[in-house]
């Protein structure tokens, strides 16, 4: 193996598909390092649940969109889990029972940078790192009401979306100097200009004259999608629906069954999200972080149709306060949206702009920067090996 390549930097990225969220946040950082600094920056992720934690910890990903169903409950535990002493009070409990999992993927994982892309790995793995520990980046990938998890004091920096949320890890016990408002880091298939709709359309077989709502439910299909993609076919005739059911194979199959009075497009997880979008009018959505922090960069304006307690809470007032979209938690709300929209297109052409004027879309790319300048990897680097 050629000797410079051999002594290349490697960053472990751990998450977990608790929602589809955090992985997209750790792919869209390695495709930027790619994209900046071609092989001079070696990574793998890591799933910390699924490939390390005990049971039944290891299965929370599975069980992860059963518990989200609960929200009340899932809302609770984020408010009794959401203090500087009560984080700690949670990890310090757990760590007899995790200490032999942290020190397996430590070692199994020799690296020169951790970035962690999930709340739940920063107390145990450093922890488990001990003072002589590669640097530690963490990635918050919500954007507004951050959980104290995501802030330990031992991280070296912690890279966040917004104001709120820096002032959040602020008041959690890290120091100005440990905090960077960057953004949500988001695919650079996002961030690309957009193609051209007429084509898209054409390519997924859509309608080229009817307005188009994408109703989505995060990556795994969460919230009373099936209900409200019933009433927007019943309501809104000259429309076209496109349904994502992300990861819930149940549902989709319970949609693909149904008749629907408007062209009606189903479909399972997706690659071609961005595209989706880009060829989509309105966006109608669970308040995920990763699906808001895209469609504002493809300008696409949002109806915000449920958010999970607690960490979701804040991306509502987010996207409303600039107007970049609405909270509509019932269904009669997102039809009255909806119509109002697709009768005044200047309203919805409004939308669209404020959706830009928040956008992120180097928000990934800054992040690679900082990583690479942390391992002391330049561009000209990419070069000589
Ligand atoms: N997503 C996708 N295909 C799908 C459904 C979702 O690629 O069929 C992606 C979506 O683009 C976003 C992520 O999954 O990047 C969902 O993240 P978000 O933070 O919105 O919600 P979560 O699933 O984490 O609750």
Not at 90 to 96: L, V
Not at 98 to 126: G, K, Q, T, Y
Request: proline share 8%; charged share 20%; with cysteine.
């Amino acid at each position: 193996m050629n000797k410079s390549l051999s002594k290349r930097p490697h960053i472990l990225f751990l998450f977990s598909d608790t929602g589809g969220g955090h992985r997209s946040a750790a792919e869209a950082i390695i495709e930027a390092l790619q994209l900046e600094y071609g092989d001079a920056i070696t990574s793998e992720m890591v799933d910390i649940f699924l490939d390390y934690a005990p049971p039944p910890l290891n299965r929370l990903p599975s069980l992860y969109p059963t518990m989200v169903k609960l929200p009340h409950a899932w809302g609770l535990g984020y408010r009794l889990s959401n203090g500087d002493r009560r984080a700690s009070l949670i990890t310090g409990s757990a760590w007899p029972y995790l200490r032999r999992s942290i020190r397996r993927l430590i070692a199994n994982h020799p690296c020169d940078m951790i970035v962690s892309v999930h709340p739940l790995a920063n107390a145990p793995v450093l922890r488990g790192l001990g003072q002589v520990r590669p640097t530690y980046i963490t990635v918050v990938t919500d954007l507004v009401t951050t959980h104290a998890l995501w802030y330990h004091r031992r991280t070296d920096l912690c890279i966040v979306a917004s104001e709120e949320a820096y002032q959040r890890a602020i008041r959690f016990g890290l120091k100005p100097g440990q905090v960077q408002i960057v953004g949500l880091p988001v695919a650079d298939r996002f961030c690309q200009p957009p193609g051209d709709r007429q084509a898209l359309r054409e390519r997924f077989g859509w309608p080229q004259n009817r307005p188009l709502i994408l109703l989505v439910g995060g990556g795994e299909g969460m919230g009373p999608l099936e209900k409200t993609a019933q009433s927007i076919a019943q309501s809104c005739p000259t429309a076209g629906l496109i349904v994502i059911a992300g990861r819930n194979q149940e549902l989709k199959s319970r949609l693909e069954a149904m008749t629907w009075p408007v062209p009606t497009f189903i479909y399972g997880f997706v690659r071609e999200m961005p595209d989706f979008m880009r060829a989509a009018d309105i966006l109608v959505t669970k308040a995920g972080p990763g699906t808001i922090s895209e469609a504002l960069i493809a300008g696409l304006p949002m109806i915000l149709y449920s958010r999970l307690p607690g960490q979701e809470d804040g991306n509502v007032s987010y996207v409303v306060s600039e107007g970049a979209g609405i909270w509509a938690p019932r269904p009669e709300q997102i039809i009255t949206t909806l119509q109002n929209w697709l009768k005044h297109p200047e309203q919805l052409s409004a939308a669209a702009a404020a959706c830009q004027r928040l956008a992120q879309p180097q928000a990934a790319r800054k992040i690679a920067c900082i990583l690479a300048e942390k391992l002391r990897i330049t561009r000209e680097t990419q070069h000589n090996t």
